[in-house]
């Protein structure tokens, strides 16, 4: 309210009270200014069904109690309500339109029951984007991803050798594998204790197959002890097919794979007491682990057995690290599948996100490198 009308009211005073009271509520309704340059646009970069309102806010804006929002199609004969926002805001989201259909909006400024319009808005409606226009970094990043991996396969699959770099723990599965053969004593494969859908349990089961690719060709007895019915399934399929992908199905045994017990501390007893009876030579885990990681891994170690682990649980790789003869940490275990099979599609697969990788960490470096100098990256972009 503009100081000229405060002293017009303050010219009341010499009126009694009553009659302030009715005069003061008239005079303030009629000086209310409404919102102005009221605007309606379909919500950007979504599905549909969603539209936003915009104003000015009205220049009483301190005294106004709210903002109403108001809403008709082309077959209303009048505005219905929508909904409302406190004073100093100046955006409504109408998240309850149909697609296709035109509407417009009215905003009314509210003060002691009394509304004051604004003007319409200009007709819109709403309606899906095909492409999330605040995601184009992501569509950038898939193109490069895409091309990188192309590259990568083609290169692997005319037989160029592709550097990986070495891996202790998997360069042991071989001498692994042949002491078991020596010594004449089974091996035994843990999957971990996680289901199929764990990320970790489908990259064991990737490694199981290299390695009773392995022992089929040495001949060696293997134990896979299983948590899950359906991981009990999956390993069993995993393993005959490494040996009849060797030429050996008449050296599948039923038994090789085995389920136990979903329980968690009786799978690890079980374990435990396979160990201890059999005495393996080997000893692999590979997978998803929690608590009973060291009772296992201390089990094995004090059996003699070579013991080769790989977690991505980052709270059970110091149990590991101590009791086994080699670790997989974190994304080898991921790696580790192409690592042994040399497969194309996964070596490919394996350099273009390392190389994805190097340019996230180059960009990283030239974006704190510019921000230490206190460069303002977008300036220069507008510069140019």
């Not at 009629?30 to 605007?39: D, E, G, K, S, Y």
């Not at 095909?130 to 990568?152: E, K, Q, S, V, Y």
């Not at 201390?298 to 080769?308: R, S």
């Not at 990788?357 to 990256?377: E, H």
């Amino acid at each position: 309210m503009k100081s000229r009308d405060v002293l017009h009211l303050s010219v009341l005073t010499h009126f009694p009270f009553w009659l302030q009271s009715s005069v003061t509520f008239l005079l303030i309704a009629a000086l209310i200014a409404p919102p102005t340059n009221v605007r309606a646009i379909d919500r950007p970069n979504d599905a549909g069904t969603a539209i936003i309102i915009t104003w000015d806010l009205s220049p009483d804006d301190p005294v106004i109690e709210k903002y109403v929002v108001f809403r008709m199609t082309a077959d209303d004969t009048i505005y219905q309500n929508i909904g409302f926002t406190k004073n100093g805001n100046t955006s409504f989201e109408d998240d309850d339109v149909e697609d296709g259909i035109e509407y417009t909006y009215m905003i009314s400024a509210v003060r002691n029951s009394e509304m004051f319009n604004s003007e319409p808005s200009a007709v819109v409606k709403s309606g899906p984007q095909i492409f999330h226009l605040g995601r184009t970094n992501i569509l950038i990043c898939i193109i490069i991803f895409t091309m990188l991996l192309t590259i990568f396969v083609i290169q692997a699959r005319k037989g160029r050798n592709l550097f990986i770099r070495r891996i202790p723990g998997l360069e042991a599965v071989d001498e692994a594998v042949g002491r078991a053969t020596e010594m004449g004593k089974p091996i035994m494969y843990i999957p971990g204790l996680g289901n199929i859908d764990w990320t970790a349990t489908i990259a064991s089961m990737n490694i199981l197959g290299e390695v009773s690719r392995k022992i089929a060709q040495y001949d060696t007895p293997l134990i896979v002890p299983n948590r899950w019915s359906v991981v009990y399934t999956v390993a069993k399929e995993v393993v005959k097919e490494a040996f009849v992908s060797e030429g050996r199905p008449d050296k599948f045994k039923e038994d090789y794979v085995r389920y136990l017990t979903e329980a968690q501390f009786g799978y690890a007893a079980a374990v435990n007491g396979i160990m201890l009876r059999e005495k393996p030579a080997t000893n692999f885990f590979i997978g998803r682990f929690w608590a009973e990681s060291l009772i296992m891994a201390e089990t094995g170690a004090q059996t003699g057995a070579i013991q080769i682990a790989g977690t991505d649980s980052v709270l059970q790789l110091p149990f590991f690290v101590t009791a086994c003869d080699y670790t997989l940490i974190g994304e080898e275990l991921y790696a580790a599948s192409a690592y042994l099979s040399r497969e194309p599609l996964l070596l490919g697969s394996l350099k273009a996100q390392d190389y994805g990788k190097l340019i996230v960490l180059a960009i990283l470096f030239v974006v704190t490198l510019l921000s230490f100098l206190r460069i303002d990256l977008l300036s220069l972009l507008e510069i140019q």
